[in-house]
């Protein structure tokens, strides 16, 4: 149990110093040391190691459970006025091609109200069972309803993995569950896969805002859960010869203790496209100079059917809300599109936006930093190029 | 009303440098400073203190040196300060820190309302917050852009949602996570500083909370990193300049091949 060095494989080269953060590594006699009062057994030394395998860290397991009493992957079904949230098809054909990997069922859970026939066609969708929580203290988001019946769920039906949206409500109340079950809950993966064998679930996920990568795993706590990035994963196909077993759970009013009190849902017009769910986003920056010349790009993203967001910078300067912000502070988005208008490219904004799937950088720096991850770069100025595209494509549409 | 503010040491800048030879991680260029987040959190808590008076506790888990963080809250004007650290701490995922820090928080005494920052910039998880709210079997709201409305024993707050926000209310004690749009967070000032230098910070060891050995630390953690690798960094595409008109028809015809608009 715990980190140690090989005095017989370490050669002294002091990669593991540089690699430790807190600073708990030092070189004795050529040899790593290391300090146990300082280490976080964060394993970068590990990782720096790779070339001489010097440094191992070794799990016992005591924590965790039967694993072998686990089967099945269940997939959290988001729901706003009984419509089923978009990431949660993306989960569930994600869902699908795990189950099929490991032999097992896809399970769909979902919570509301008056919405049996919504429900049951997500056996279309490619659920083999669908477990339907039906009442009116289920109907919209609360977290400790929420929480307790997923809960339930995982209690009664054992699933191995469960998989939900990482949406504001997926990651609202996910953890409770993780805390509740002891389960290990991998947030925000971009990628999912499975190790038959092992019954594993791999969730890779970006951690220091995108520049690293990590894959984590659970191997034996049950179930392992993940909430999933939105707009990564390729939604569930419809199919109307699928068929499968519909359960469902009637909710008492009152049967969940809830703490919490919805006293008001207040839907903000001014973004009638929300960020993270558009195909196209507008965004500008610092180079808009007004929130007057925000304006410009409203008008530009209504001409093109997308959403506008903006860098820290022109949200700091009170051009625009804040949550309308990309990057870091702000919202992780990956449309089809985005179009960055008089953004320089930091670190944090990129951050939230690189993984859009086509980047165009307007920028009159040719210099500037977005210029190296755009698809098209356009060395130019923002604030006359904007209105002439929203003119052209204007004109584009009355054409078509 | 006393309120409690959880912190993290996180790494001043996210900008992971690698070295080109061996591939592998550099990290000791880099500074530590108190999680973004958390200090929208520390912030929030100071502003009730002024408006309706409190006692403001800020906690940390982490090894020795994340002192300088708790220290920094101090200098913004936080009231006492405690860091969680033992050995046997060492290697938690979310769900052991979740455990260990609310076990450093019963510690504490009476808690009417604690507040965190909504996740923090290095693992990005979101998850700490609702599961030490978890732990402590209180009520939790997540991503709390304003506080409406807090009395002795009620909390009414507005919840950013991915379309607009909820406002939601919950008795108290009760534990909310903020979001950046909540306050502009102070700077020290320079009575801050001061005592933060001076003050005199405790430590909570495994044995003085108590904490059950086989759920904290790598032992007591569901998740562990399996591989962790640097993502193939996107490069650039074909950079043009010219008049407008010759621009705005570049961007149109790519545009249109896309096929995006629907």
């Known amino acids: 149990m715990g980190i140690s060095v090989s005095l017989e494989k370490c050669i002294g080269c002091g990669l593991c110093v540089r690699s430790c953060a807190p600073k708990a590594i030092s070189l004795v006699d050529k040899k790593a040391v290391i300090d146990l009062s300082a280490c976080t057994m964060c394993g970068a030394c ?173 191997p034996h706590h049950r179930p392992q859960l993940a909430t999933v990035r939105h707009k990564v994963m390729k939604p569930a196909v419809f199919d109307a010869s699928r068929t499968g077993e519909m359960v469902i759970h ?151 | 009303m006393n309120i409690v503010v959880c912190i993290k040491q996180v790494p001043g800048s996210t900008q992971v440098k690698i070295n080109p030879e061996t591939g592998t991680l550099i990290r000791d260029s880099v500074e530590a400073i108190v999680n973004p987040f958390d200090e929208y959190a520390i912030e929030e808590a100071l ?56 076990r450093g928080i019963k510690s504490l005494g009476v808690v009417d309302l604690i507040i965190c920052g909504k996740q923090a910039i290095d693992g990005d998880t979101a998850q700490v917050g609702p599961g030490v709210a978890e732990m402590l079997n209180i009520p939790y709201v997540a991503w709390v852009r304003k506080i409406e409305e807090i009395t002795e024993n009620r909390i009414r707050v507005q919840r950013l949602m991915e379309d607009g926000y909820d406002v939601v209310e919950m008795p108290l004690p009760g534990l909310i996570t903020v979001i950046k749009e909540i306050n502009q967070p102070r700077l020290a000032s320079l009575k801050g500083k001061m005592r933060a230098k001076k003050i005199e910070i405790p430590t909570l060891t495994a044995e003085m909370l108590g904490v059950d050995l086989n759920k904290t630390g790598l032992k007591g953690s569901p998740t562990q990193v399996f591989r962790s690798f640097v993502p193939q960094k996107r490069g650039g595409g074909e950079k043009i300049s010219g008049d407008t008109a010759t621009l705005v028809e570049k961007i149109t015809s790519t545009i249109l091949e896309m096929k995006v608009i629907k």
């Open chain 1, 46 to 218: 590990v990782d720096a190691c790779k070339r001489y395998e010097a440094i191992t860290i070794a799990k016992e397991n005591v924590g965790g459970c039967d694993v072998s009493l686990y089967a099945n992957v269940a997939v959290f079904i988001e729901q706003g006025d009984g419509h089923i949230h978009g990431v949660s098809y993306e989960v569930l054909g994600e869902g699908r091609k795990l189950a099929t990997a490991l032999q097992e069922k896809l399970i769909a859970v979902v919570l509301g109200h008056d919405m049996k026939a919504t429900a049951e066609e997500l056996i279309k969708y490619g659920a083999d069972k669908v477990v339907y929580f039906d009442g009116p203290d289920c109907k919209s988001f609360r977290d400790d309803t929420y929480a307790a019946l997923v809960t339930r769920f995982i209690e009664e039906e054992k699933p191995a993995i469960v998989l939900a949206g990482g949406t504001a409500i997926g990651r609202s109340f996910l953890p409770k569950v993780a805390a509740r079950v002891y389960g290990g809950l991998t947030a925000d993966c971009t990628t999912l896969e499975v190790d038959p064998e092992k019954k594993l679930l791999l969730g890779t996920r970006p951690a220091f805002g995108g520049n690293l990568m990590a894959t984590i795993i659970a």
């Open chain 1, 250 to 400: 009637t909710v008492a009013n009152g049967a969940v203790q809830e703490r919490t009190t919805i006293v008001d849902i207040v839907k903000e017009i001014e973004s009638t496209i929300n960020i993270a769910e558009a195909d196209i986003v507008v965004a500008g920056g610092r180079g808009m100079q007004s929130a007057e010349n925000m304006k410009l790009l409203r008008d530009l993203a209504e001409s093109l059917g997308g959403a506008v967001g903006a860098s820290r910078a022109a949200v700091d300067n009170g051009w625009i809300a804040y949550s309308h912000q990309v990057g870091q502070t702000g919202k992780t988005v990956c449309p089809k599109l985005y179009i960055a208008c008089g953004i320089s490219g930091s670190v944090q904004h990129m951050a939230g936006m690189s993984s859009s799937e086509f980047i165009i950088a307007i920028n009159s720096d040719s210099n500037a930093d977005i210029f190296q991850i755009a698809n098209l770069g356009i060395v130019g100025n923002a604030l006359e190029i904007v209105p002439a595209l929203t003119a052209a494509f204007k004109k584009a549409r009355s054409v078509a």
């Open chain 2, 47 to 102: 502003r009730i203190k002024e408006i309706n008076g409190a006692t403001v506790k800020v906690i940390t888990m982490g090894p020795p040196q994340a002192t300088d963080a708790l220290r920094s809250a101090i200098a913004m004007g936080a009231d006492e300060a405690f860091l969680v650290s033992d050995r046997a701490f060492a290697g938690s995922d979310t769900w052991a820190t979740s455990y260990t820090l609310s």
